[in-house]
């Protein structure tokens, strides 16, 4: 079976400055989604990647997906406190699995003002 | 729309009740989603629906667990009997499509159980 592997696992920044979070799949990548949760709410969608190379933005996060390294990340640039929460990845399966999303770990981003 | 609606936010429990968790599915789409999040095992998916079918349940940790989706508004995920390590975050989630669609997820049911 697949599994994500999210580094780092937490993250403590202080607002204003970028960060980068990792999403390592221990097999071929055929999308990736990202999420985001706040405590005690559901996961809100942020971006779907499609394929090798894709990048997309969205304010100030931006997301690639690189099929070669099996491996997309999450860039958040001049974070402010709003960007706090957990970031979740999620792949999809292969073939006609490809909607049975298997998810990272998770990765705890904190922002200090 | 009011996105994936879930009910009861909040529930405890005595360990040997019966557990029944609800969801309603944003209009117009054809899969629903039941997931588990723990912090020893992460989001992990129970069972999903297609057209209001269940179409695998492989996720589904035991008999005691059973979810039903009668009509194409709503769907119930249930416990009988619950123990305590069914303690979770139980999410629901609903997609237009299966493949390159969109997961909407509700804001989950925290299940205590005692």
């Known amino acids: 079976s697949q599994e994500l592997e999210q580094s780092p696992q937490s993250l403590i920044v202080q607002e204003g400055k970028n960060l980068t979070i990792n999403c390592t799949s221990s097999k071929t990548l055929y999308g990736l989604y990202w999420y985001k949760q706040k405590y005690g709410e559901g996961l809100i969608f942020l971006m779907m990647?499609?394929?090798?190379?894709e990048e997309k933005s969205h304010e100030k996060i931006t997301a690639k997906l690189d099929e070669k390294k099996q491996q997309s990340s999450l860039h958040i640039t001049a974070s402010q406190p709003s960007h706090a929460g957990i970031y979740l990845c999620?792949?999809?399966?292969?073939?006609?699995?490809?909607?049975?999303?298997?998810f990272g770990q998770g990765t705890i981003l904190t922002v200090h003002p | 729309d009011a996105g994936v609606i879930q009910s009861p936010r909040h529930e405890v429990t005595e360990m040997g009740q019966e557990v029944t968790l609800r969801c309603k599915p944003i209009s117009g789409h054809d899969y629903l989603f039941w997931y588990r999040q723990t912090m020893m095992r992460g989001l992990e998916l129970l069972i999903y629906?297609?057209?209001?079918?269940?179409?695998?349940d492989s996720g589904m940790p035991e008999d005691r667990f059973s979810a039903k989706m009668p009509n194409a508004s709503f769907s119930t995920l249930k416990i009988q009997p619950s123990e305590p390590r069914d303690s979770a975050v139980y999410f629901c989630?609903?997609?237009?499509?299966?493949?390159?669609?969109?997961?909407?997820f509700g804001p989950g049911t925290r299940l205590l159980v005692l």
């Open positions: 990647l499609q394929k090798g190379g």
């Open positions: 989630a609903s997609s237009l499509g299966w493949e390159r669609e969109t997961q909407y």
């Open positions: 999620g792949a999809p399966g292969v073939g006609t699995s490809y909607g049975k999303l298997t």
């Open positions: 629906f297609n057209n209001n079918v269940p179409i695998d």
